[in-house]
């Protein structure tokens, strides 16, 4: 991505408005403005870290490239209830203590393979705000990423103007 | 003074007044303008130009903040306009909000609005179906409301000639009971749709699925290229405005036509207070004003009025319009004004799956939307345990489906590489509903709106008629769909609340008998014959068609008659 399209897609990931970037910011707070949450920016940078685990880069862009995780916080702040959004900071703040414990490391730290290992473990945890959290997240990035400038130009594109339609295409 | 008075007077002066500039409005501003009168077209809401005032139509779901969805601080505050399947973050500012425009829902009611130039003729679904005299002799045959006082015939020229001008994608199909028009190409049924088509055909004798008839261009004619518009490019964003002109919006059509003519004044932001009746005159000599931003409180004067405020709205100036000869309301000595108010019941779908013709998949999208099945049930004789039927919309799709339930790069996968599914049928229910006194609405003696016009106070709801045919229309397609080899049959009760088909009708019936409706058969008030109602108000019953063409007939033919009634000072 050129750094023009770069900036559109941060902005229209984020949304609101942008308050700076990450390396920026000594305010310990979250990169774009929120209404209902608080995140802090370790909640941000572990939600980034999750989005990309989810949707890693390959020989195309991930989550934390198509800033994934800005969207998801964008979505829940405005379009879920609140108690929706109560059980996503109770899980989020409960997948961060559980998956240190169960990596022995913070989830940013670990590497690739245990990540994905332990994701596929959240349905196993008794905890309802953490698989509430994880599933709103799921949820959301694919959301974010088939939603996204780069998905929809780039790999499944979505047609503005069809200007057609065939009901006997060859299927 | 006195000669700046009558200036001003002079100045608010027009030959027609025509309260509304949806599609029915429109159409009376078109055919004023053409044949040379000076027309005031009244708009409560913003103007609306065509294309111009279309800010999101051209935009990518990336480029909207919600990707399409609405936040939930908006479906608390709103709930009512987010009950329409139409309502999403690319089309909110063509609907009401409802605190802005409160009414009172004695019983629960879904009032859809679009208060702005062009009105919900930007957001409609555009199914366009002609009535036939199985529709009109309905009442009379059946013995509920009052007769019509026209028949077929009397519509059918106009029929065509509206047809010509908006532009109707559609077959003819040689229904008697749904009669063929004046088409541009059909859009084809798809492989699934056909299918069920002929299956529908082998099976029984007097039922279709044809392909829906939608007011969309699918080849224009030079009319509608004079119009400004260009061939429907398929997009479906047609709830954004087209800024291809595809569909007919009076927005891209009637209006834009009205103005060239020179003859126009289209005046935004004015919410109609009253009618203004004058004893001396026998007549009504203009409309009273209130300007939705200043709140000013002005008068226009105009030989005919005609009003196409939307049905609801109509009943709502009508019965505000008091004065020492009509104290219950303009034309209203026997109380019936408001009264007889229906609508349709869109309450049920069923669905299911397809297994064969996986050789085919759909490709681009189809505006029409799929098929369409005219009322079968009752047309001929009444053959069932309630009165009259419904039609249904059908449709066939074959979607692509992605796993979405891996993680990691078999998430990406999943995501990436969509395998098709099964073929999907759906299909709707559009029932006729009958209209009853006990279904009305009414002023709020003592609460008013910002402009100091009385709330409306609406009373409607289903009944057991409607309940019937709901289980008819699940029993009935239920077996179709088995007969056509379709499976995991699912039928659905969606719980919308009336008013949520935003097909609201009635309450100003026309009829023969002044004593029992409010209008004659060319649509003006018995008691105020320079008064025409021609939307969805004028309405004697509701049969089963999406209604607007009609509308839009019923006011070219009434233009046409109040027109020739001003050359013989009849008015």
């Known amino acids: 991505m050129n750094r023009r399209a770069a900036v559109r897609t941060l902005l229209y990931i984020a949304g609101g408005t942008l308050v700076l970037p990450a390396c920026f910011r000594e305010s310990g707070k979250a990169s774009i403005d929120l209404t209902n949450l608080s995140i802090s920016e370790d909640d941000e940078q572990l939600l980034a870290e999750l989005t990309e685990t989810l949707i890693p880069a390959t020989d195309t862009p991930g989550g934390k490239e198509l800033l994934l995780h800005l969207f998801v916080l964008k979505m829940v702040d405005d379009c879920h209830k609140p108690e929706e959004q109560e059980q996503f900071i109770k899980g989020l703040s409960a997948f961060s203590t559980w998956s240190s414990h169960e990596l022995g490391k913070r989830f940013a730290e670990a590497d690739a393979d245990s990540r994905t290992g332990l994701l596929d473990k959240v349905d196993e945890n008794p905890d309802e705000a953490l698989k509430k959290f994880f599933s709103i997240t799921k949820r959301r990035s694919i959301q974010g990423y088939m939603n996204s400038q780069y998905v929809m130009t780039n790999l499944v594109k979505y047609e503005l103007v069809p200007g057609r339609y065939n009901g006997y295409a060859p299927a | ?571």
């Not at chain 2, 002109?245 to 103005?259: D, E, K, L, R």
């Not at chain 2, 379709?486 to 009635?506: A, L, V």
């Open chain 2, 1 to 571: 003074m006195a000669n700046l008075a009558i200036d001003s007077i002079k100045e608010r002066t027009f030959d027609a007044i025509v309260i509304g500039s949806g599609a029915s409005g429109s159409w009376a501003a078109k055919e004023f303008t053409e044949k040379g009168l000076k027309t005031l077209l009244l708009e409560r809401g913003r103007n609306v130009e065509h294309v111009k005032d279309y800010p999101t139509t051209n935009m990518y779901p990336y480029e909207f903040e919600h990707r399409l969805e609405m936040p939930y601080a908006d479906k608390q505050k709103n709930p009512i306009a987010n009950r329409c399947y139409a309502y999403g973050e690319d089309s909110q500012h063509f609907f009401v909000k409802d605190d802005e425009h409160p009414y009172i829902q004695v019983k629960d009611f879904d009032w859809i609005r679009g208060y702005q130039v062009g009105g919900k003729s930007l957001i409609w679904a555009r199914q366009v179906q002609r009535w036939s005299d199985f529709d009109f002799e309905g009442p009379a045959r059946d013995g509920f409301s009052v007769d019509w006082p026209i028949r077929y015939k009397d519509l059918a020229p106009w029929y065509s000639y509206v047809e010509r001008f908006i532009g109707v994608s559609g077959n003819n199909d040689g229904i008697p009971e749904l009669p063929d028009g004046e088409h541009l190409p059909a859009f084809p049924l798809n492989a699934v749709e056909d299918h069920f088509s002929k299956s529908v055909s082998q099976h029984y004798k007097n039922r279709h699925v044809i392909s829906a008839r939608c007011a969309h261009l699918s080849k224009p004619n030079p009319i509608h290229i004079e119009q400004g518009r260009v061939q429907c490019q398929n997009r479906v964003l047609c709830r954004r405005g087209c800024p291809f002109g595809g569909y007919y919006s009076a927005n891209a059509v009637t209006i834009p036509w009205a103005q060239k003519t020179g003859n126009l004044t289209l005046r935004p932001h004015s919410v109609v207070h009253s009618i203004i009746y004058d004893e001396a005159k026998g007549k009504a000599t203009g409309v009273k004003v209130i300007d939705a931003q200043t709140k000013e409180e002005m008068e226009f004067f105009a030989q005919v009025i005609f009003v196409n405020a939307s049905a609801l709205n109509t009943n709502l100036i009508l019965l505000n319009s008091i004065s020492n000869r009509f104290p219950q309301g303009l034309g209203n000595d026997h109380g019936l004004l408001g009264k007889y108010v229906a609508f349709h019941n869109y309450t049920a779908t069923i669905g299911a799956e397809y297994d064969g013709l996986k050789q085919y998949r759909t490709d681009g999208r189809n505006p029409a939307g799929g098929g369409y099945i005219p009322r079968f049930r009752n047309v001929y004789k009444q053959e069932t345990d309630f009165l009259r039927g419904w039609a249904a919309g059908f449709g066939a799709n074959r979607s692509d489906v992605r796993d979405t339930s891996g993680i990691g790069n078999a998430l990406k996968d999943g995501l990436l590489h969509a395998k098709l599914g099964p073929w999907r049928v759906h299909s709707h229910m559009m029932a006729e509903t009958i209209p009853k006194e006990e279904n009305f609405v009414s002023l709020d003696a003592e609460q008013k709106d910002a402009w100091g016009i009385p709330l409306l106070r609406i009373s409607i709801d289903y009944d057991e008629n409607d309940r019937k045919m709901r289980q008819d229309y699940y029993e009935q397609m239920t077996e179709m769909f088995e007969k056509a080899g379709f499976t995991n049959i699912h039928t659905r009760d969606d719980n919308r609340r009336p008013g949520n088909d935003i097909h609201e009708m009635g309450g100003a019936r026309m009829g023969h008998d002044p004593k029992t409706s409010l209008l004659n058969k060319w649509n003006q008030l018995h008691l105020c014959t320079n008064v025409y109602v021609t939307d969805g108000a004028c309405m004697t019953s509701t049969s089963t068609q999406n209604p607007t063409l009609t509308y839009m007939a019923m006011t070219a033919r009434a233009a046409d008659h109040a027109l020739s009634e001003l050359k013989r000072n009849n008015l």
